[in-house]
């Protein structure tokens, strides 16, 4: 399938509105995580969504497109989803935030270089370019000191890059061969499967039902799952898994004015340079040339 100029803006502005989504939520998150335990979150927040798209979805499994096709793709993008936040969170535990943050940005670097190993697909010199300036930009932003440390949860935080730069080549490959609706219904399906049967004994579940969860879950599992991850779903049809994860190297920067808005936090020379960073990597992918190229998929 050859992204046209049109559908292909469409599915990148759709992606930067999916960043919007997961940067705003971030503080509600952070607020929501000191009264319910990280995996029974997840859970809750998984299953949630699940639920959202079945009754959103309900008719699509009627004459669905590629039924089994649809749901072994779910399944497969489902665990390597669930995997990026499995690893996130322990990882999390045994590192700090602006390394976590950072590391788990790599997942931008690791989508083309995946993309070239399973697909033989060699990403452009611009779009190499600006991943480089993208990454650069997440490191200003997130690393607030030049010492480096390797310890156990670094090394799981970039295995939960590595989990996410597969969701977003996998999620590529089938996105435009099934139906995108039970695609993304099967994928947070299996991811709520397997954050229910391992929250029970990755920890010891606590919850305590203040307002702040109720609204955490239902922004995150509605808003932040089920819509996003639908919609990514939709987008990866057009465009590239290489200009996703390029896309999402936004999320930083829209984190930053949600905790403007909400709390008046202020970015330091060093984090504003990496915004901008962030967004002339983007901007240089965006104005190149519009060249026929085929989806890694085909």
């Not at 990882?91 to 190993?117: C, D, E, N, Q, Y």
């Not at 020379?269 to 002339?280: C, H």
């Amino acid at each position: 399938m050859i992204p046209r100029r049109r559908p292909l803006l469409r599915a990148d502005f759709a992606l930067a509105f999916n960043t919007l989504i997961w940067g705003s939520t971030f503080v509600v998150v952070k607020q929501a995580l000191a009264d319910v335990s990280p995996f029974l979150f997840l859970a809750l927040r998984f299953s949630l969504a699940a639920g959202a798209l079945v009754v959103l979805f309900r008719r699509s499994w009627s004459h669905p497109r590629g039924l089994q096709s649809s749901l072994r793709g779910g399944v497969f993008t489902g665990i390597w989803l669930f995997g990026g936040y499995a690893f996130q969170t322990v990882g999390l535990r045994l590192t700090t935030p602006s390394k976590s943050a950072f590391l788990t940005g790599l997942s931008t670097v690791m989508v083309p270089l995946l993309a070239a190993l399973v697909y033989r697909i060699r990403p452009s010199v611009v779009e190499l370019g600006g991943v480089g300036l993208a990454t650069a930009g997440m490191g200003l932003m997130t690393l607030e000191s030049a010492r480096w440390t390797m310890a156990r949860g670094d090394l799981l935080t970039i295995c939960c890059a590595a989990a996410f730069a597969a969701h977003i080549l996998s999620l590529g490959h089938y996105a435009s061969r099934v139906s995108f609706e039970v695609l993304s219904l099967a994928q947070i399906g299996t991811a709520a499967v397997l954050a229910l049967g391992s929250c029970w004994w990755l920890e010891t579940p606590r919850v305590s039902w203040r307002p702040s969860v109720w609204v955490a879950i239902a922004v995150t599992g509605l808003l932040a799952t089920a819509l996003a991850f639908t919609i990514q779903a939709w987008a990866q049809q057009y465009t590239t898994p290489t200009r996703t994860a390029l896309i999402f190297t936004l999320e930083p920067v829209f984190a930053w004015v949600t905790s403007f808005l909400l709390t008046g936090e202020t970015l330091s020379p060093r984090a504003a340079a990496g915004a901008g960073a962030i967004l002339a990597g983007i901007v240089l992918v965006e104005l190149k040339p519009f060249r026929r190229e085929l989806h890694p998929s085909q």
